[in-house]
């Protein structure tokens, strides 16, 4: 347990003017940051409390203290967003009716409920048909719904994508948006999912049952209605493998086949199944507030000024626990010290460097201190849909949980390859003496899984930076990963190494200004999955 007694010694370190810091005070200024957003004080940053307001309002101020614009509302540094929390009412109810006989299925066994945020008794039935995993990739032929006329129907998904495809793809493949949309561009009125065998090890129906009153998270779209990311083919709810079972038995489509095609990788049977299914999800709903932090520094090229570079660090982390039963004196905040304080303070020292160099960045960059991370990256898709600066975003530059607790020797780069951000990378990595290393860990999908993919859906080519596992690398990562990720023990007194934070540190502000400064804007790789997908510059 920590407190904010004491700190402001080393606060006071991060207003040192901007010209006199020398690299052990920029380590320090690092420091500063991260101790005060990761005291206890601010009871582990949940977007929606007062210490998330508080933790923005420093974020404000050092922007300011910094010489960094505002960008967010009315003159101001936060860009207010509202949201809508919509909770179960009661358990959901699932039942399927074939040849004239209803089966009612079991909560918590064969299904769990999904909640639509716009209707408080959300009730929808439909013939169903299997879809695979609802995944089209032209590139390597891959097509689950070939054949299939899925209008008015209710598509049955597969959770997961193709093993056949690549990481970054099968993960995109694999969201429920993804799912629900690819369903709804051919006229279905709504999807069910299924459990995949690693859902089923998992994260399975029964384990998400025991939490079913859990919210789900949706920002305001300006008709003041909650956004439906996946547009109107809603889901009515996942069924686990045993569910699924009965739902299929007596259909054209077996199983039984269903299950060994997952397991080879092969392609699925698909069809109609012969069967009408019907669900119910009875909701309530509270409307909550946050805000993004938004600072701009202009560009200086009056050609160049209006093409942004976006630099983007969530704020927000995961609160305070539930009481400990067995021991009420236990520490439950999460205080988010890698995840994701330090990613902050990395941004906030970018800042002060474009303003310590005494010169402008030809292109204007943004400062945005996203909330709603990790309730669903909903700060972030806020701004790439409604961004409060005027202008174009050309680029996103994204700092999320780099783990430093080591002297880091390789860097890992998300997204690297997908656009021409990747070479300009790769030339101050060169100048370093830093390898590029690939995904040492793919199956964790992690392109779709940070504030980066805000920008991919709209069409912004971005990166996202980690440090990689060579030399104690790897241990480093699995021990934080495996010891400190998302638990309360997520503190300043693990052994952070502020030497390694602000070489990363230094690392993104050359980038950004390389991004910045250069005469041609980045684009897409050409024909890039995502930059076609998304419409983004240059990949057609």
């Keep these: ?9 080393l606060a006071a370190l991060v207003a040192t003017p901007l010209a006199a810091q020398t690299p052990p005070q920029q380590e320090t200024a690092l420091r500063a940051h991260v101790e005060f957003l990761a005291d206890d004080s601010m009871l582990g940053r949940d977007s929606f409390t007062p210490e998330y307001r508080i933790a923005a309002n420093y974020v404000a101020t050092q922007l300011m203290a910094a010489g960094v614009q505002p960008g967010g509302d009315d003159g ?120 995949s065998i690693g859902d089923d090890a998992g994260y399975s129906v029964a384990r998400r049952a025991a939490n079913w009153q859990r919210p789900s998270i949706s920002w305001i779209v300006p008709d003041g ?31 039984a086949a269903v299950d060994a095609a997952e ?34 520094i202009p560009g200086s090229d009056p050609r160049l000024a209006r093409e942004q570079v976006v630099l983007t660090a969530h704020l927000d982390h995961m609160g305070v626990e539930e009481m400990d039963e067995g021991d009420p004196k236990a520490d439950r905040i999460n205080n988010g010290a890698i995840d994701n304080a330090i990613g902050i303070a990395m941004m906030l020292e970018i800042a002060r460097e474009f303003q310590r160099s005494g010169k402008r960045p030809r292109r204007t960059i943004v400062f945005t201190a996203v909330t709603a991370e990790e309730v669903g990256l909903l700060g972030s898709e806020y701004y790439a849909q409604n961004p409060s600066v005027g202008g174009t975003m050309v680029a996103n530059i994204n700092l999320d949980m780099p783990v430093m607790t080591y002297p880091f020797r390789d860097i890992i780069a998300y997204g690297a ?112 999955f995502f930059g076609v997908l998304f419409g983004g510059y240059g990949a057609k």
């Design 1 to 9: 347990m920590r407190s904010i007694v004491g700190l402001f010694s």
């Design 76 to 195: 101001s540094y936060l860009q207010t967003i509202g949201f809508q929390a919509t909770m179960p009412a009661a358990p959901g109810e699932m039942a399927f009716t074939r040849g004239g006989k209803r089966q009612a299925l079991t909560f918590g066994e064969d299904f769990v409920g999904a909640v639509n945020p716009r209707a408080a008794d959300f009730r929808l039935s439909g013939d169903v048909v299997f879809a695979g995993y609802g995944a089209v990739d032209r590139d390597i032929g891959w097509d689950d719904y070939r054949g299939l006329n899925v209008r008015g129907k209710i598509v049955a998904v597969l959770a997961g994508g193709p093993a056949k495809l690549a990481s970054e793809k099968r993960a995109h493949f694999s969201s429920r948006a993804a799912k629900s949309q690819a369903a709804l561009a051919r006229g279905a009125q709504g999807i069910v999912l299924i459990d």
């Design 225 to 255: 209605k909650p956004n439906l990311e996946a547009g109107d083919a809603p889901s009515i709810g996942t069924l686990s493998r045993a569910g699924a079972a009965k739902l299929f038995a007596g259909s054209p489509v077996s199983w």
């Design 263 to 296: 397991r080879s990788g092969a392609a699925m049977p698909t069809g109609r199944l012969g069967v009408t299914i019907e669900a119910r999800q009875r909701a309530e709903t509270a409307r909550l507030e946050s805000a993004n932090v938004v600072g701009v």
């Design 417 to 528: 390859e997908r656009s021409s951000i990747g070479t300009s990378l790769k030339r101050i990595l060169d100048a370093e003496g830093l390898p590029l290393t690939p995904d040492p860990v793919p199956e964790e999908n992690y392109f779709v899984r940070s504030d980066h993919y805000s920008f991919v859906k709209a069409g912004v080519p971005s990166i996202y930076l980690d440090a990689g596992p060579a030399g104690p690398g790897k241990a480093a990562t699995d021990a934080f990963m495996s010891n400190h990720y998302h638990q309360v023990s997520d503190q300043t007194g693990l052994p952070i190494d502020w030497t390694a934070a602000r070489r990363f540190m230094r690392l993104h502000y050359a980038l950004a200004r390389d991004i910045a400064d250069a005469d041609a804007r980045p684009r897409w790789t050409k024909d890039d």
